[in-house]
């Protein structure tokens, strides 16, 4: 029996569950269920018998003590599978959806708590979504609506009432998408509820109009 995904994350499995087994079908881990001379039941690696826990302790132990040169090492790594990435952007995205195949409801699971943790990230991905569905340029992030919360002071950029707080910015199209205004961050405002619900859709000069700033 071969691994099929012997190189994917640690965690994902399975693992054949001898060490002869899995040496004869060239895997790198297998898995016995039985706990190790740590007392750990993990898999175990290949080369060593060493199993994945034993392991990561042990490089969590040398990173406490060398924190310089672990830094130094992890800024290497980083630059390598950032240049990997960018010449090997197909591998990463079939690991991705072979993992996420592998354990659906796993991954479904992380990504509920996520959304859950990070709800202004899962906005800004949503209004990205619909503006890409209707075919208008442009994205932004969570990040871009914070700095333009912070360049406004907090305040509604039509009322100046106080946006801070929980669910107290609403982000809004100045050119509605509607009506074919960007997703960029520049064609973005804070606004609180109450003017978010007035202007909705329409167009700023109308909804200027509307408030009595032009005739």
Not at 100 to 112: D, G, I, V
Not at 190 to 204: D, G, R, S, T, V
Request: proline letters at 5%; glycine letters at 6%.
């Amino acid at each position: 029996m071969i691994v099929d995904n012997d190189d994917q994350p640690q965690r994902m499995g399975p693992w054949l569950p001898t060490h002869r087994l899995a040496k004869a079908a060239g895997a790198k881990h297998y898995y016995t269920g039985l706990s190790c001379v740590g007392g750990h039941i993990a898999p175990r690696h290949v080369s060593n018998f060493t199993c994945l826990e034993c392991t990561r302790l042990r490089v969590d132990k040398w990173m406490e003590d060398h924190p310089e040169t672990a830094e130094e090492m992890k800024v290497r790594a980083l630059a390598r599978q950032a240049a990997d990435y960018t010449l090997n952007p197909g591998k990463y995205a079939n690991n991705a959806r072979l993992a996420r195949s592998l354990k659906p409801e796993l991954f479904k699971a992380r990504e509920r708590a996520y959304r859950l943790r990070n709800p202004e990230v899962q906005r800004a991905r949503v209004r990205n979504r619909r503006a890409r569905m209707r075919g208008n340029e442009g994205t932004h992030t969570a990040r871009d609506v914070a700095n333009i919360a912070r360049r406004q002071k907090y305040k509604c950029a039509e009322c100046g009432i106080s946006i801070k707080g929980k669910g107290k910015q609403q982000v809004d199209h100045i050119m509605p998408i509607a009506l074919g205004g960007s997703n960029w961050p520049a064609n973005l405002q804070i606004l609180c509820a109450a003017c978010n619900q007035m202007k909705n859709a329409k167009h700023p000069i109308d909804f200027a109009q509307l408030k009595g700033r032009l005739l």
